[in-house]
């Protein structure tokens, strides 16, 4: 059975108020920004968003920042939110600061063990390092335990991560729904993780990438991905190469400085576009 | 434009300083947002001539993964990454780093980005080397307001890895593991031991006369201007133009 292949607003309806979701790092084309956009639009509200591990180069960042600051987020696990080399997400920091966002702090390979355990179905995996931190801390979830086959070796347990959604962008998926992502990993590992996987792709091509044994080495199969939109350009201002337009990130950075000038970049690059296509 | 007769740019001293920390290593990691230390293990790799292995996060040349961004920390738990680069917002006297906020958290007064995979790779990655390009009492306290990753650990707990030195713009720092200490290795040209000490909020040892920092030598700057310019543009090319000129970064 091939995966359904919906608008995107029927995409988004699919991720609940509350939800708990995967977004990825945005190191390649995989930030859903159209699909954030139609989540802000529809107003869902008290997400769980769990970046992994971070969403901390620009696309990525932007896109949490631009949740966040629309009110979507209730809390965000994380091991770094910010736009790279253009400085701090300024939703995300003013978030915090108002005392409007819980952050749960994590560390990087933290969230890729959770989420490795998630992946196989077991409830948590070990992880070195973390004792001594205040992360560790503050974590009542992570736990040190003694090592079973060393005892005396105290080492850190991590619960297994399964988001109620995993969200990304791709850039094809095929007639199968089969999603190509390369050598990409990361997003490999929130399908296998995640209990319902939304998907949104550039385009679809014919055939199966499993013809192709080159293609088929970077594939998520479809019975993985429970459902796709086709939005070209649905990751904007991340390419499909994975290039960002920063010219587009610092102008949204500039607007989100203030409540007045974000309110003014969300009714222009978020809602205007839907008032535009309904008139 | 810097012409290899150009006296070094300050960038290039701690590239160097860097280079000198890396001797000897296999496998050396850079992560998020550091140029320098990109720059500094680029040397090092290129003095080693062909026996170090450099990895840089967001680098297509310098990229060879296949397991996603989870690898580079599994490698690092098998022992496979020799050295890493490690900042903070705060680092204080003991070598622990804050990379999350200053006053009380969770209500912190100013929030940085996060812990990244500091409180991981301190523990298991050899050679840590922190640096820290502003040096005073706002970045270098006595103690920090968050510990995003402890300098040091009890006995028993399972740390091959941790904290070999901190290079900053005035200095190089060693650090003594047993005893949790920053040590002053040498001063930068240009810099004072009382100008150290005036901008560090936390105690460090001084053993005897304090040696200057070693400028770079005319193969080094070479070597920067040359094969690691070229390839440190590709990954950060404003950084790249501002320190080794816009024709040379652009050259290769």
Same mark, same amino acid.
């Given at each position: 059975?091939?995966?359904?292949?919906?608008?995107?607003?029927?995409?988004?309806?699919?991720?609940?108020?509350?939800?708990?979701?995967?977004?990825?790092?945005?190191?390649?084309?995989?930030?859903?920004?159209?699909?954030?956009?139609?989540?802000?639009?529809?107003?869902?509200?008290?997400?769980?968003?769990?970046?992994?591990?971070?969403?901390?180069?620009?696309?990525?960042?932007?896109?949490?920042?631009?949740?966040?600051?629309?009110?979507?987020?209730?809390?965000?696990?994380?091991?770094?939110?910010?736009?790279?080399?253009?400085?701090?997400?300024?939703?995300?920091?003013?978030?915090?600061?108002?005392?409007?966002?819980?952050?749960?702090?994590?560390?990087?390979?933290?969230?890729?063990?959770?989420?490795?355990?998630?992946?196989?179905?077991?409830?948590?995996?070990?992880?070195?390092?973390?004792?001594?931190?205040?992360?560790? *801390?503050? *974590?009542?979830?992570? *736990?040190?335990?003694?090592?079973?086959?060393?005892?005396?070796?105290?080492?850190?347990?991590?619960?297994?991560?399964?988001?109620?959604?995993?969200?990304?962008?791709?850039?094809?998926?095929?007639?199968?729904?089969?999603?190509?992502?390369?050598?990409?990993?990361d997003r490999l590992l929130a399908a296998h993780a995640a209990n319902t996987v939304l998907v949104t792709v550039d385009r679809v091509v014919p055939g199966s990438f499993f013809d192709d044994p080159v293609l088929g080495a970077g594939v998520i199969p479809a019975p993985y991905v429970d459902a796709i939109a086709i939005v070209p350009g649905g990751g904007v201002p991340l390419a499909a190469d994975g290039g960002v337009d920063l010219a587009e990130v610092r102008r949204y950075q500039r607007s989100a400085a203030s409540d007045e000038g974000f309110a003014a970049w969300l009714r222009d690059e978020v809602f205007a576009p839907e008032t535009a296509l309904t008139a | 434009m810097n012409g290899s007769a150009a006296p070094p740019r300050p960038e290039e001293l701690y590239a160097s300083v860097i280079a000198g920390l890396l001797a000897g290593? $296999?496998?050396?990691?850079?992560?998020?947002?550091?140029?320098?230390?990109?720059?500094?293990?680029?040397?090092?790799?290129?003095?080693?001539?062909?026996?170090?292995?450099?990895?840089?996060?967001?680098?297509?040349?310098?990229?060879?993964?296949?397991?996603?961004?989870?690898?580079?920390?599994?490698?690092?738990?098998?022992?496979?990454?020799?050295?890493?680069?490690?900042?903070?917002?705060?680092?204080?006297?003991?070598?622990?780093?804050?990379?999350?906020?200053?006053?009380?958290?969770?209500?912190?007064?100013?929030?940085?980005?996060?812990?990244?995979?500091?409180?991981?790779?301190?523990?298991?990655?050899?050679?840590?080397?922190?640096?820290?390009?502003?040096?005073?009492?706002?970045?270098?306290?006595?103690?920090?307001? !968050?510990?995003?990753?402890?300098?040091?650990?009890? %006995?028993?707990?399972?740390?091959?890895?941790? %904290?070999?030195?901190?290079?900053?713009?005035?200095?190089?720092?060693?650090?003594?593991?047993?005893?949790?200490?920053?040590?002053?290795?040498?001063?930068? %040209?240009?810099?004072?031991?009382?100008?150290? $000490?005036?901008?560090?909020? !936390?105690? !460090?040892?001084?053993?005897?006369?304090?040696?200057?920092?070693?400028?770079?030598?005319?193969?080094?700057?070479?070597?920067?201007?040359?094969?690691?310019?070229?390839?440190?543009?590709?990954?950060?090319?404003?950084?790249?133009?501002?320190? !080794?000129?816009?024709?040379?970064?652009?050259?290769?």
């Amino acid at each position: 059975m091939p995966t359904p292949v919906l608008p995107l607003d029927a995409l988004a309806a699919q991720v609940r108020d509350g939800a708990s979701v995967t977004v990825q790092k945005g190191d390649e084309a995989d930030v859903p920004m159209a699909l954030a956009k139609a989540l802000v639009r529809r107003g869902v509200r008290g997400l769980h968003v769990i970046t992994l591990p971070t969403a901390a180069y620009p696309a990525s960042g932007m896109m949490v920042d631009l949740l966040i600051g629309a009110g979507c987020v209730e809390s965000v696990e994380t091991s770094g939110i910010s736009l790279h080399e253009l400085g701090a997400a300024p939703r995300f920091t003013q978030a915090v600061k108002a005392g409007r966002l819980k952050v749960v702090d994590a560390t990087c390979p933290a969230v890729y063990a959770g989420l490795q355990a998630g992946a196989k179905g077991q409830p948590f995996a070990p992880l070195r390092g973390l004792i001594g931190s205040d992360l560790l *801390r503050h *974590r009542s979830d992570y *736990r040190v335990i003694d090592n079973p086959y060393t005892p005396g070796d105290r080492i850190v347990v991590v619960p297994a991560i399964n988001a109620d959604v995993a969200i990304f962008h791709a850039t094809r998926a095929d007639a199968e729904g089969n999603v190509w992502v390369g050598r990409d990993r990361d997003r490999l590992l929130a399908a296998h993780a995640a209990n319902t996987v939304l998907v949104t792709v550039d385009r679809v091509v014919p055939g199966s990438f499993f013809d192709d044994p080159v293609l088929g080495a970077g594939v998520i199969p479809a019975p993985y991905v429970d459902a796709i939109a086709i939005v070209p350009g649905g990751g904007v201002p991340l390419a499909a190469d994975g290039g960002v337009d920063l010219a587009e990130v610092r102008r949204y950075q500039r607007s989100a400085a203030s409540d007045e000038g974000f309110a003014a970049w969300l009714r222009d690059e978020v809602f205007a576009p839907e008032t535009a296509l309904t008139a | 434009m810097n012409g290899s007769a150009a006296p070094p740019r300050p960038e290039e001293l701690y590239a160097s300083v860097i280079a000198g920390l890396l001797a000897g290593v $296999r496998h050396v990691a850079v992560g998020m947002l550091s140029p320098v230390p990109g720059a500094g293990a680029l040397l090092a790799a290129e003095l080693a001539g062909g026996t170090m292995r450099v990895s840089i996060l967001g680098s297509h040349e310098h990229n060879r993964w296949t397991n996603g961004g989870a690898e580079l920390f599994d490698l690092a738990g098998r022992g496979g990454v020799d050295a890493f680069f490690l900042s903070g917002g705060q680092i204080d006297g003991h070598g622990n780093i804050n990379l999350v906020g200053t006053g009380a958290y969770p209500a912190t007064e100013v929030r940085w980005s996060g812990s990244f995979g500091s409180a991981y790779l301190y523990f298991v990655v050899p050679r840590v080397i922190l640096f820290r390009w502003e040096h005073s009492r706002r970045t270098l306290v006595e103690q920090v307001d !968050f510990v995003s990753a402890p300098g040091r650990s009890e %006995p028993g707990i399972f740390r091959p890895g941790g %904290p070999i030195a901190l290079v900053t713009n005035l200095c190089l720092f060693g650090y003594d593991k047993a005893r949790g200490r920053f040590q002053l290795r040498s001063v930068h %040209p240009g810099h004072t031991v009382e100008e150290v $000490r005036d901008q560090t909020g !936390f105690d !460090f040892d001084v053993d005897g006369e304090v040696p200057t920092t070693p400028a770079p030598d005319a193969e080094r700057l070479a070597l920067l201007r040359g094969p690691v310019a070229r390839q440190i543009a590709g990954i950060y090319p404003a950084f790249a133009g501002k320190v !080794f000129g816009p024709l040379r970064a652009a050259a290769g």
